[in-house]
């Protein structure tokens, strides 16, 4: 078989993986590989296609899932008060060195460190795919909106992450080899121009996503399947197929699970105001 994308190394499959674990351990690597200007997609194109789905600065913004900051920075640059979350240590700790007027904690996305309907746009940026409780990471968006607060995430497509192009021409086929329904994790070593990263997620159907903002008390807005802009060179065959899916979401009911204990940090909530 011939090389499915360049940079390409490894895809492995895994029973199961700890995918909190997975990401701190690779942190170093991800944030060499994330703040290299240009290098990635969110450089190129995927940033931008991702802002037309957000709304304007409003009285909080919450980016879960933030990794080293390059988002929330963007963010705050836009006008948005926001607050960058992150269960992984190494993680903040580079988003803090990086703009440290901005507060960053260390939280996992389904116990958040915050008061009940404490803000008025949630984000979750490339996140979702990667925590181990979909359900509570998104329930717990539902607790943190005000009614009537947005939810904007981005995800890996789940058809992306569930096949793979034969190989690196523009009409390649795209093959997907076992079932689509079926969840399963997974780890991706990527290795281009000298950097190597690993990507660790769970791959999910579309209706489990949709499912958890259903029970959390979201109404879907929109969808967007965006292709890669037909000038990024050598990624032409994803004109056929979505990288990634955005998602814009209302919180228009009370959700199905409870908020989190005192346990859970509710000290932090005072610390963003």
């Given at each position: 078989?011939?090389?499915?994308?360049?940079?390409w190394?490894?895809?492995?499959?895994h029973?199961?993986?700890?995918?909190?674990?997975?990401w701190?351990?690779?942190?170093?690597?991800?944030?060499?590989?994330?703040?290299?200007?240009?290098?990635?997609?969110?450089?190129?194109?995927?940033?931008?296609?991702?802002f037309?789905?957000?709304?304007?600065?409003?009285?909080?913004?919450?980016?879960?899932?933030?990794g080293?900051?390059?988002?929330?920075?963007?963010?705050?640059?836009?006008g948005?008060?926001v607050?960058?979350?992150?269960?992984?240590?190494?993680?903040?700790?580079?988003?803090?060195?990086?703009s440290p007027?901005?507060?960053?904690?260390?939280?996992?996305?389904?116990?958040l460190?915050l008061?009940d309907?404490?803000?008025?746009?949630?984000?979750?940026?490339?996140?979702?795919?990667?925590?181990?409780?979909?359900?509570?990471?998104?329930?717990?968006?539902g607790?943190?909106l005000?009614r009537?607060?947005?939810?904007?995430?981005?995800?890996v497509?789940?058809?992306?992450?569930?096949?793979?192009f034969?190989?690196?021409?523009?009409?390649s086929?795209?093959?997907?080899?076992?079932?689509?329904?079926d969840?399963?994790?997974?780890?991706?070593?990527?290795?281009r121009?000298?950097?190597?990263?690993?990507?660790?997620?769970?791959?999910?159907p579309?209706e489990?996503?949709?499912?958890?903002?259903?029970s959390?008390?979201?109404?879907?807005?929109?969808?967007?399947?965006?292709?890669?802009?037909?000038?990024?060179?050598?990624?032409?065959?994803?004109?056929?197929?979505?990288?990634?899916?955005?998602?814009?979401?209302?919180?228009?009911?009370?959700?199905?699970?409870?908020?989190?204990?005192?346990g859970?940090?509710?000290?932090a909530?005072?610390?963003?105001?």
């Amino acid at each position: 078989m011939k090389a499915r994308d360049p940079g390409w190394k490894a895809h492995t499959r895994h029973e199961s993986l700890d995918l909190r674990r997975a990401w701190e351990r690779n942190a170093a690597s991800f944030i060499a590989w994330a703040r290299k200007p240009g290098f990635d997609s969110y450089w190129r194109f995927h940033r931008d296609q991702f802002f037309e789905i957000v709304p304007e600065p409003g009285r909080l913004t919450i980016d879960v899932g933030c990794g080293e900051g390059r988002l929330a920075r963007d963010l705050a640059a836009r006008g948005h008060r926001v607050v960058g979350l992150d269960a992984s240590p190494t993680m903040i700790e580079h988003a803090r060195e990086a703009s440290p007027n901005l507060p960053w904690l260390v939280a996992d996305a389904a116990a958040l460190p915050l008061h009940d309907a404490r803000c008025d746009l949630v984000i979750a940026f490339m996140s979702l795919q990667d925590v181990d409780d979909l359900g509570g990471a998104v329930a717990e968006a539902g607790r943190v909106l005000e009614r009537g607060g947005r939810f904007c995430l981005a995800i890996v497509h789940p058809i992306n992450s569930a096949g793979h192009f034969e190989d690196t021409e523009d009409d390649s086929p795209f093959i997907i080899p076992r079932s689509y329904l079926d969840p399963f994790f997974y780890e991706d070593v990527v290795e281009r121009d000298g950097l190597t990263t690993t990507f660790a997620s769970i791959h999910r159907p579309l209706e489990a996503y949709v499912g958890a903002l259903a029970s959390a008390g979201f109404t879907v807005e929109l969808i967007r399947e965006h292709a890669v802009p037909a000038d990024d060179a050598g990624t032409r065959r994803w004109q056929r197929i979505p990288m990634f899916l955005h998602v814009r979401a209302i919180r228009t009911t009370s959700g199905s699970r409870a908020a989190p204990t005192s346990g859970t940090g509710s000290a932090a909530g005072t610390s963003v105001g």
